[in-house]
Nanobody, 123 residues
Framework: QVQLVESGGGLVQAGGSLRLSCAASGRTFSRYTMAWFRQAPGKERDFVAAINWSGSTTRYADSVKGRFTISRDNAKNTVYLQMSTLKPEDTAVYYC????????????????WGQGTQVTVSS
């Protein structure tokens, strides 16, 4: 089993920044792809960013390219999402997830999920 715990969410003004963290335990974190997804009220859970096991490959949703950066520290079993130039449309619950199968952006391939952390961007 894997436990994922997100932190770092909060309320921020448009144009501001936040850094989300996701701490993993229970499995060999460094072997697996990690990703961030988000879900706004009344909407589906959408892909935000993914990073492969070594950190050498990343992928981003078009809506966050150039503003968000995903990174990981395998020594700390932690993945991060640095969010900059935040917009009100970034408001959502942000979830981290772990993929034991490979590397991808489809939420159905992700086996383990955190409980989510709320990010609210005011205009």
């Amino acid at each position: 089993q894997v436990q994922l715990v997100e932190s770092g969410g909060g309320l921020v003004q448009a144009g501001g920044s936040l850094r989300l963290s996701c701490a993993a335990s229970g499995r060999t974190f460094s072997r697996y792809t990690m990703a961030w997804f988000r879900q706004a009220p009344g909407k589906e859970r959408d892909f935000v960013a993914a990073i492969n096991w070594s950190g050498s490959t990343t992928r981003y949703a078009d809506s966050v390219k150039g503003r968000f950066t995903i990174s990981r520290d395998n020594a700390k079993n932690t993945v991060y999402l640095q969010m900059s130039t935040l917009k009100p449309e970034d408001t959502a619950v942000y979830y981290c997830a772990l993929d034991t199968l490979g590397f991808g952006t489809d939420r159905d391939r992700y086996d383990y999920w955190g409980q989510g952390t709320q990010v609210t961007v005011s205009s």
